[in-house]
Structure formats: structure tokens, C-alpha cells
């Protein structure tokens, strides 16, 4: 039998993690996020707020529901607010040595029975059990960017994780409205293994000069309908992210067909990481992206 979860903490209040929170207290979970700095968590819940307030004005939530969803979000910057809750899920950055560092400073304050997930998108999920106290109780709960629109989480389990916390993050899941899928503990799962590639392939023709930025994105968004070009999504994942999600791949699986493009990796060293940055496959710095080559 899992267990009812009804409290749900988070680590790092970024864009995943603040989404997450987001979610959460909308399916009437009472949650708490963490982060090393109070203006990360203030400038989270001002997204939330922003994010929240927009979906009153669209129709898919009424002012009462707003009010309520807010009440149950609290932030800090001491992880001890973890200790009564049932799930904690880190949405740090995607860097192992990080996520192992957060799980040593957690693991100590969490109740003995309290989930631990992570929500990365393409390590392993048995090697960071590994780093924590209860890998029979951990896995990983991978949502998809921007977490309030996508309908998507992809289940996947450590070789040590056991049936009742697979269930109870099955129910998690559910809870939110969304849909679960589950996927085997193989680098990048299913989402990001075939989603990356693909991305690479449309850096690999600009590098090869087959077409321009403009050219690539029409070509996609027209020619197999997706909603949004390769080279536009991979500014709006960041493309430091697009990065270590191919070197994971290419690293996990050791085949040349991952191997990150040169353009890729000169963009992340010029610090041109897309959006967030300002700069990548597209300038952000004008009132209207435009390509940069």
C-alpha cells in the first residue's frame, strides 16, 4: 500500500522547481521550497504569482482558487522546514556533484518514512540513490518546461527504488492532473534521449551551413508541424542544458552519433545560453528575437 502524500518540499526555487510548487499547491498540497538565497525565492514566488494570476484571467482558475493555491506555498532558506515533509523533490541544476552535495545536507533532516525524487532530466537515477539514505525510497519524477502547460512527468525508478514509492509518486502524478510516463533508468529516459538529438542534428546543419537559424526553425515548424523550431526550443531549455543533456548521452551510451555539435559547445563557452541569457541561437535584447546567423 504507498503512502498518501500531503506535503511536498522542494529544492531550488528556479523555473522547474518553482513550477512544481506551482502545481502542487494547485492540487492541494501544502508546499515549501528551498533555496540557498531569499531574493531566488522571492523572485520564484513573484513568478508564481505572475503565472498564477494569468491563468485566473484565462479562465482556468477562479480568484477564491488563486488565493488558495498561495496559501499553501511557503519559502525559506533553512533546510530543517523539510523535516515533516512526506515527498521532497531537488529541481537543481542538472549537475551531479550538486545534486549528491544537496542530498547529504537533506537526507538528515527528512522523516524516515518522506520520499526523496529528483527531478533531473538525464542522470542516473541508481548512481544518486546511491548518494542518499534511502535509495529504496527515491527516484526520480522528471516534469517538462514551463511545468504548468505540460501535461507530461516521466516516472523512473533506481534499481534499488521499491513498489510502494513508485505508487505513491504514480498517485502524485495523477493528482496534478497530468500524465505519467514511465521510463527505464537509461541516460536521458525518453523525452530528452530522442528531443536532444534532434536539436544537436539542427545545430550540426547550421554548423554545416545547410541552412540559417530562420530557414531551420520554418522548415520544422511547417514541414513537421512542431510548435516551436529546434534551434528557438533549444534557447528556451538553455543551451548550457541542451549541452550537458548530450554529454550525458554521449558519455552514458558511448556513441559517436551524440557526440555535442562544436557550435553548441562554442555558444555555452561565449555564454550565449539562450534566453535567459539574452543571446543564443537568437538575440533576446531587441523587442523581437532575431537570428544570430
Given at each position: 500500500m504507498s503512502a498518501v502524500l500531503k506535503s511536498i518540499g522542494i529544492v531550488g526555487a528556479g523555473q522547474m522547481g518553482c513550477g512544481i510548487a506551482h502545481v502542487s499547491a494547485a492540487a492541494g498540497y501544502k508546499v515549501h521550497i528551498y533555496d540557498l538565497n531569499q531574493e531566488r525565492i522571492e523572485s520564484g514566488l513573484a513568478t508564481i504569482h505572475g503565472n498564477l494570476a494569468r491563468?485566473?484571467?484565462?479562465?482556468?482558475?477562479?480568484?477564491?482558487?488563486?488565493?488558495?493555491?498561495?496559501?499553501?506555498?511557503?519559502?525559506?532558506?533553512?533546510?530543517?522546514?523539510?523535516?515533516?515533509?512526506?515527498?521532497?523533490?531537488?529541481?537543481?541544476?542538472?549537475?551531479?556533484?550538486?545534486?549528491?552535495?544537496?542530498?547529504?545536507?537533506?537526507?538528515?533532516?527528512?522523516?524516515?518514512?518522506?520520499?526523496?525524487?529528483?527531478?533531473?532530466?538525464?542522470?542516473?537515477?541508481?548512481?544518486?540513490?546511491?548518494?542518499?539514505?534511502?535509495?529504496?525510497?527515491?527516484?526520480?519524477?522528471?516534469?517538462?518546461?514551463?511545468?504548468?502547460?505540460?501535461?507530461?512527468?516521466?516516472?523512473?525508478?533506481?534499481?534499488?527504488?521499491?513498489?510502494?514509492?513508485?505508487?505513491?509518486?504514480?498517485?502524485?502524478?495523477?493528482?496534478?492532473?497530468?500524465?505519467?510516463?514511465?521510463?527505464?533508468?537509461?541516460?536521458?529516459?525518453?523525452?530528452?534521449?530522442?528531443?536532444?538529438?534532434?536539436?544537436?542534428?539542427?545545430?550540426?546543419?547550421?554548423?554545416?551551413?545547410?541552412?540559417?537559424?530562420d530557414a531551420i526553425d520554418t522548415a520544422m515548424r511547417l514541414g513537421a508541424n512542431h510548435p516551436m523550431g529546434p534551434l528557438q526550443l533549444a534557447d528556451f531549455i538553455g543551451l548550457d542544458t541542451c549541452l550537458s543533456i548530450m554529454q550525458v548521452l554521449h558519455d552514458g551510451l558511448a556513441d559517436s552519433k551524440y557526440r555535442p555539435c562544436p557550435l553548441l559547445v562554442k555558444y555555452v563557452e561565449a555564454g550565449w545560453l539562450g534566453r535567459k541569457s539574452g543571446r543564443g541561437f537568437y538575440d533576446y535584447r531587441g523587442e523581437v528575437p532575431v537570428p544570430t546567423r
Open positions: 491563468q485566473v484571467a484565462n479562465g482556468k482558475m477562479t480568484e477564491e482558487e488563486r488565493k488558495a493555491t498561495l496559501a499553501l506555498i511557503s519559502g525559506s532558506t533553512d533546510l530543517n522546514d523539510f523535516a515533516p515533509m512526506d515527498l521532497v523533490v531537488e529541481a537543481a541544476t542538472e549537475d551531479e556533484t550538486v545534486k549528491k552535495k544537496i542530498y547529504t545536507l537533506v537526507c538528515p533532516v527528512l522523516k524516515p518514512d518522506a520520499i526523496l525524487a529528483t527531478n533531473t532530466s538525464s542522470l542516473s537515477i541508481t548512481r544518486l540513490a546511491a548518494a542518499t539514505d534511502r535509495p529504496e525510497r527515491f527516484m526520480g519524477i522528471h516534469f517538462m518546461n514551463p511545468v504548468p502547460v505540460m501535461k507530461l512527468v516521466e516516472l523512473v525508478r533506481g534499481i534499488a527504488t521499491d513498489e510502494p514509492t513508485f505508487e505513491a509518486a504514480k498517485a502524485y502524478v495523477a493528482s496534478l492532473d497530468k500524465t505519467a510516463t514511465v521510463a527505464e533508468d537509461f541516460p536521458a529516459f525518453i523525452v530528452n534521449r530522442i528531443l536532444l538529438p534532434m536539436i544537436n542534428e539542427a545545430i550540426y546543419t547550421l554548423y554545416e551551413g545547410v541552412g540559417s537559424v
